[in-house]
């Protein structure tokens, strides 16, 4: 149960490495605060709790959980706000279905998912668990827009140690594959709300069986750019088709981008069709069966082939497949067979497309051997960014880290922003008619003529956080002086609606002249440009954008996204200190099992935690978290200086010693500095123990590696066996308490 006080900082209980790695640099962050009488409390949003939260009347008295995501997302509305927030599940069906039945069997009465609801209860039940799915977190905490940069000792770190890059050549056949027509993009209907028109739109479907209200009240603000638009399934039928063709004929690998946890309705029915493809004739033959079995394509390659196999002629179905003439397959883990489509949050678009573009455009096959591959991105409104980055590094070779410029990037998010926020008004259309959006004074805003099974979806950004985010971008220009692009496409619906703000607002600022506006296309090459000449760029985006540059820029300058500084400026005045792109890293935790070795790099929480210290300084004027702030940078910069960040090899320094070395660095920037000298003399002796204990304590955190680590639960871990895990130091334990 997270705490129910108010904090000065509130941290998060998240999933997976992260929320290991909180177990041991939590203590040491109250420790430190505590000195300035800085409180520190959690709230916790992991995918547990979340579900716990969510079912009440399921659980007992001792077993219930408050709800922390609601109470933090009314925080996040206040001038007083000050959250660290790290990386949590965006739940795709597997990874939800696999926490309930973990909780269940630690004894949480939960109701099973209903895969496929048919009674009225559930319905219900599915209905709640929806809410859960996929981005279900980010857009209630993320009530200001995004300012995402390497801080400057990351930075540094890098250009003077440069991570290893793959090779690129001219002659390499990986490519981007998307629609040629008949997608979100070609579809896409964009209106500014008039006042007039404001108040509760319906979303509705007319059909041969008269209309049908999908949703009853869609609020519509005036000001807020309203979209709508479709996917056509038949035309991405026939495009994969010819995608799995194309690739055949090149002689490269299938690998297929999605991102199906946060575009939870959208994606996973594309992915769907994505695996119903690649099983062709045999899907078309026994698909029906296989689905009657339990075999569910949305939820990836692997469902269905664990249906098959429980099926009575499933060695029949699985020597068919196994006959299919098909490419090879990009794997996600090619030891174990798992491939590209058998989990649709296996492969999550933003990290896996730079990791391709990292690796000189290299997948690896299920042999494990690499080789070019065609990246099937069916959807065109930001496929042309990665499509135009591996034509940049074909003709140019690859990025050089130690002489790149950075680009950074102002995103709008704010307030469930564009794409990201559109999971209750995703829909298939239930029949050939039309799709409407029709405004509250009963003007028709949006109409299109679909077929069965077309997923069509509509989403907003409203005023505010548009005025919010140009004022943002215009902010962090001046601050730096760098180029600042908008990334905004004229022949794209929404964007020009946005253009139509933007344009009007650096004209009346008076800064039209050091700002341009490009489609993303033409924004991708200039800012490759830009940096490969080692200058620095600002990309000032949408949502989705601002998610996908903020993985592909810093894994190609810094090897890693989980290292940006990710602050929110919230609207109302408060902060949110995000703790990088990194995800939560389920490999780290299959590892941390397997060998009690976690190479998750805190980084990130490192960057985060000097800045919501830094923020806490200037909104309560308390001098000593400055102090701390500024310490706490200095320690960062030691860990990177000194090489002290964790490594991937089992036997060797691992998260726990970062967390050793941060607190020494940062007891030691404390103890030496001259602002206060109450703290330096709180610090030094701090400081000493730590350094005199060196020995010990690595000693100590290197004799725990090895053996198999139980956490009591995945999902949802036992406290104390993490707490013993990650803090498995008594000398260090001593000192920090």
Known sequence: MAETSKPDILYTIVDEAPELA?????????????????????????????????????????????????????????????VIKLPNISASVPQLVGAVEELQAQGYALPDYPEDPSTDEEKAIRAKYDTIKGSAVN???????????????????????????????????TKVSSMPGND????????????????????????????????????LEAGTVADATFMSVAALAEFLDGAIADTMADGTMFSFHMKATMMKVSDPIIFGYAVKAWLGPVWDKHGAAIEAAGGMPNSGLGDVLAAIAAMPNGAEIQAEIDALDRPSMYMVDSDRGITNLHVPSDVIIDASMPAVIRAGGKGWDQTGAKGDTNCVIPDRCYAGVYDETVN??????????????????????????????????????????????????????????????????????????????????MDRQRLTGSEAIFWLDANRAHDAELIKYVAPALEAAGVADKFQIMAPREATVQSLQTITAGNDSIAITGNVLRDYLTDLFPILELGTSAKMLSIVKLMQGGGLFETGAGGSAPKHVQQLQAENHLRWDSMGEFCALGESLNFLADA???????????????????????????????????????????ARYWAEALAAQSDDAEMAAHFAPIAAALAEGEAAILSELAAAQGPKADMGGYYHPDADKVAAIMRPSATLNAIIG
């Open 22 to 82: 909180s177990a041991s640099f939590l203590p040491i962050i109250r420790k430190f605060a505590s000195a300035a009488g800085i409180s520190v409390g959690t709230k916790d949003i992991s995918l547990a709790g979340r579900i716990l939260a969510t079912f009440p009347e399921a659980l007992t008295e001792a077993q219930r959980q408050s709800n922390d995501l609601a109470e933090l997302g009314e925080l996040v509305k206040t001038p007083d706000a000050n």
């Open 139 to 173: 857009p209630v905490l993320r009530e200001g827009n995004s300012d995402r940069r390497a801080a400057r000792a990351v930075k540094n770190f890098a250009q003077a140690n440069p991570h290893s890059m793959g090779t690129w050549s001219g002659d390499s056949k």
């Open 184 to 219: 979100f993009y070609a579809n896409e209907k964009s209106a500014t709300i008039t006042a007039a028109q404001a108040g509760d739109a319906r979303i509705e479907f007319v059909g041969a069986g008269g209309t049908t209200v999908l949703k009853e009240a869609w609020p």
């Open 392 to 473: 940049f590094f074909k003709a140019n070779g690859a990025l050089n880290p130690a002489t790149a410029g950075a680009v950074a990037n102002v995103g709008l998010m704010a307030q469930k922003a564009e794409e990201y926020g559109s999971h209750p008004t995703t829909f298939q259309a239930p029949g050939a008619g039309e799709m409407r959006v029709v405004a509250a004074n009963g003007d028709v805003l949006h109409s299109h003529a679909v077929a069965a099974g077309d997923i069509w979806r509509a989403c907003t950004v409203k005023k505010a956080p548009i005025e919010n985010w140009i004022q943002l971008a």
């Open 620 to 662: 309560q004027g308390n001098a000593k978290a400055g102090v701390l702030g500024a310490a706490a940078e200095a320690a960062t910069q030691g860990v990177l200086d000194h090489n002290r960040s964790p490594s991937r090899k089992v036997g060797e320094p691992d998260n726990r010693d970062s967390h050793y070395w941060f």
